[in-house]
């Protein structure tokens, strides 16, 4: 026994009484069911998006005959499965919250946003002239679709989700407020080159013990180079904790030869420690690095320290421990972070 197809259908029509009326008394003629409609304003009248399903032995042709006898111009049809029955808001808004958990997928997101059946970055050949979708960081996305053109309203769909990705990549990384344990107001915010006697005067005082969780070896003192490539380090990016004029604490993720991983480190001046300090700078850490498209953070740590991995587990992000080669690898989850689920796992 056949079972009913459904197609997705668009269809311009001018945008007068009746017109589309007059379709859908066409496809119910043949006993074609509409699941679904929605229409997009373009230039000069509408486009139409018919979501039908049609007995067997109604062949697509049939359809396309039936749209453009109610003058129906421009029409187009391919096969629609459930995914095509999924409300237009709502599938936006689950694309746009999937982006923003794992940088990774935008282009997933973009595709569905779009109804699009392929989604290539720009290196990956868009032609000449080809519109594309600009995403923070400057990074080109080219969206194809064979059986029916983008619409104005869908391209505009794509740039507000851009918009939302970018607004919530720029407050990632803008200045945020700690109250800390002792009730201490501390600001986070990343670091510049002016911070560098500021950071030096961290360093100064710190105590040796501190430094060398942090370092691995012996430092009080650090060169000037030292300072501007730990405030702007190449390959990462340095957030600060602020209290008042001073530095109380640093911490860094840079980027390693695997795209999936960052390393990080956290120096929290003596006596801010245990005060949530470190807590805060890793975890906005990690909301950093998921924006960058990592999908874990990894800090080695000497076997006797403890406190990068008390601040990890009360980050709220996922973490395992395990001895290697002498350290403690300390490794944290950003990718399906859930704050307040917290989970650790020793190997």
């Not at 995914?83 to 999937?98: E, F, I, N, P, S």
């Not at 595709?111 to 600009?134: F, M, Q």
């Not at 720029?170 to 915010?189: D, E, F, I, K």
């Not at 480190?265 to 006596?271: A, C, G, K, Q, R």
Request: net charge neutral; with cysteine.
């Amino acid at each position: 026994m056949q079972t009913p197809t459904t197609w997705r259908i668009r269809v311009r029509l001018d945008d007068r009484p009746g017109a589309l009326a007059r379709v859908t008394t066409r496809l119910a003629a043949r006993d074609c069911n509409v699941l679904g409609l929605s229409v997009l304003p373009v230039p000069g009248g509408v486009v139409d998006e018919i979501v039908v399903s049609t007995p067997p032995g109604v062949p697509p042709a049939a359809l396309v005959d039936d749209l453009r006898a109610e003058g129906g111009k421009g029409v187009g049809i391919t096969h629609a499965d459930v995914h095509d029955l999924v409300d237009g808001t709502t599938a936006a808004l689950r694309a746009a919250a999937a982006a923003l958990r794992d940088p990774s997928t935008t282009a997933e997101a973009v595709r569905a946003v779009l109804g699009a059946d392929s989604v290539a970055t720009g290196e990956d050949g868009g032609a000449a002239g080809e519109s594309g979708v600009v995403l923070p960081g400057d990074a080109r996305l080219v969206p194809r679709r064979g059986w029916a053109p983008f619409t104005e309203v869908e391209l505009a769909r794509a740039a507000a989700l851009v918009d939302v990705l970018a607004a919530a990549e720029t407050a990632a990384a803008g200045p945020s407020a700690l109250v800390t344990a002792s009730g201490a107001g501390v600001v986070l915010r990343e670091g510049a080159p002016a911070d560098a006697d500021a950071v030096s005067d961290l360093h100064s005082r710190c105590s040796a013990q501190t430094l060398f969780a942090r370092y691995h070896a012996g430092v009080r003192t650090l060169p000037r180079r030292w300072l501007h490539r730990l405030l702007q380090p190449p390959r990462g990016r340095t957030l600060l904790a602020v209290a008042g004029t001073s530095v109380i604490g640093m911490a860094q993720v840079i980027r390693t030869g695997d795209p999936a991983e960052a390393e990080i480190s956290v120096l929290v001046e003596d006596s801010w420690q245990r005060q949530g300090v470190g807590t805060a700078l890793v975890g906005r850490l990690g909301g950093l690095a998921r924006a960058a498209g990592h999908a874990r953070l990894v800090a080695w740590c000497l076997p006797a320290e403890t406190g990068f991995e008390r601040a990890a587990a009360a980050s709220g992000l996922p973490v395992a421990v395990r001895r290697e080669d002498g350290m403690t690898r300390v490794e944290l989850s950003v990718r399906d972070a859930r704050h307040g689920a917290l989970t650790i796992t020793r190997r």
